[in-house]
Structure formats: structure tokens, C-alpha cells
């Protein structure tokens, strides 16, 4: 089993920069692929990016692409999303997620997720 607990989340305004992290416990942090997603009201949960267990390898959804960053601390069992240049349409709960073998953007292929964290842009 893997605990995960986000924070970081709040109230920013359009064009400001944030922070998420994402502390795990249980089983070993390093063996796992770490994903961010999030859900915005009455839309589907959706990928954000993720990171390979070693760090090398990382993969973003379009709509970040040049805009969030994801890194990993494995010896503090922790995963952040840099997020820059906000936009209104970024305001969603943003949970992080554990998966073995692999970087992926399905929900169905992580399984173990944190509670979520709220982001909220204003324009």
C-alpha cells in the first residue's frame, strides 16, 4: 500500500505560479511512477504529467506543456507540480497518483491516489 498526501493548493490569480507536493508512505516511494491529475467541476478527471520512478523520464498533457513542471525527491518520498503562468481553466482539484512499471495518462492504469488539493485561478 502507498499513502499519498497532497498540499500546496489555494487561490491565485491568472499569470501567478504555485507549488503542489505530494508526500508518500507505505511501500518504497522510488518503485513507483508518480502521475498528477486533476478534475475540474463536471469534467472527467484528467492527466497532467508524470515522472518515471528514476526521474529521467517525464511525460505532460498538451495543455501544460511549457507551463508545469513535474520532479520527484525520492529521498524525501515526494513528487511536485511546478505550475506557472496559471490560467482560470487550470482551476481544479489536483490529486496525485502511484502506478508501477511505466509513465501513463490513464486513470485506470494508477493505483493508489491522494485526497486532492483545490487550485483555484481567478482572472
Known amino acids: 500500500q502507498v499513502q499519498l498526501v497532497e498540499s500546496g493548493g489555494g487561490l491565485v490569480q491568472a499569470g501567478d505560479s504555485l507549488r503542489l507536493s505530494c508526500v508518500a508512505s507505505g511501500r518504497t516511494f522510488s518503485s513507483y511512477t508518480m502521475g498528477w491529475f486533476r478534475q475540474a467541476p463536471g469534467k472527467e478527471r484528467e492527466f497532467v504529467l508524470a515522472?518515471?520512478?528514476?526521474?529521467?523520464?517525464?511525460s505532460s498533457a498538451d495543455s501544460v506543456k511549457g507551463r508545469f513542471t513535474i520532479s520527484r525527491d525520492n529521498a524525501k518520498n515526494t513528487v511536485y507540480l511546478q505550475m506557472n503562468s496559471l490560467k482560470p481553466e487550470d482551476t481544479a482539484i489536483y490529486y496525485c497518483?502511484?502506478?508501477?512499471?511505466?509513465?501513463?495518462?490513464?486513470?485506470?492504469?494508477?493505483?493508489?491516489w491522494g485526497q486532492g488539493t483545490q487550485v483555484t485561478v481567478s482572472s
Open positions: 515522472i518515471s520512478w528514476t526521474g529521467g523520464r517525464t
Open positions: 497518483a502511484a502506478k508501477m512499471y511505466g509513465l501513463g495518462d490513464l486513470v485506470y492504469e494508477y493505483d493508489y
